[in-house]
């Protein structure tokens, strides 16, 4: 996930749809919030700060912060769908 969110991070990389819908999934399924549905083209930044900031929380085994990172994103996706 962290992996993946920096390389979306980099000019020029190509957002994967599926690929970022199942790294929502595999969030949700921990327990952690990820947006149910988001426009990858308008939220891009947004998606690429939650994989990278929420992955390596996950990766470095600190859950309960993940899980808070994550919830704090949830005001940002909301926004971008306006």
């Known amino acids: 996930m962290a992996r993946y969110g920096n390389y979306l991070g980099q000019f020029g990389s190509m957002p994967d749809r599926a690929k970022i819908k199942s790294y929502f ?6 327990g952690i919030w ?7 083209n308008r939220a891009e930044k947004l998606i690429t700060e939650y994989l990278m900031n929420v992955g ?6 600190h859950f ?14 909301s926004a971008s769908k306006r």
Not at 25 to 30: D, K, P, Q, T, Y
Not at 64 to 77: C, G, R, W
């Open 25 to 30: 999934h595999s969030a949700r399924e921990f």
């Open 34 to 40: 990820a947006p149910d549905t988001v426009n990858i």
């Open 56 to 61: 390596t929380m996950l990766r470095d085994g």
């Open 64 to 77: 309960k912060e993940a899980k808070q990172a994550a919830k704090e994103s949830k005001a940002a996706f």
